[in-house]
């Protein structure tokens, strides 16, 4: 994982910008803020279990873990409201991209 949960505040900002790039670690970054509730963000199991989704797809076997573990403490529903944020997330960056 990198090393910007570490920090006392979160960039979140910057690490949304370096999502869009398609940066895993930053995927990752975000799916632990996320699910910790890192730097004072509010604990959110979808979004983590999207970005960490984003993530495990891209091959990091630390996110792929880590979505495991929340998923335990999700619904059906919510699973399945993360990943399609995922795919949302995919489209909208690839559509700016082209």
Partial sequence: MGSSLNNAHFPFDSRIADAARGNIDAYLDLGMAYSSGASGMRIDLIEAH????????????EAQACRSEIAEDMSAREIASAQ?????WLRSTQREAA
């Fill in 84 to 88: 399609a944020a995922a795919r949302a």
């Fill in 50 to 61: 999207k970005w960490f989704n984003l993530a495990a797809v891209a091959g990091n076997e």
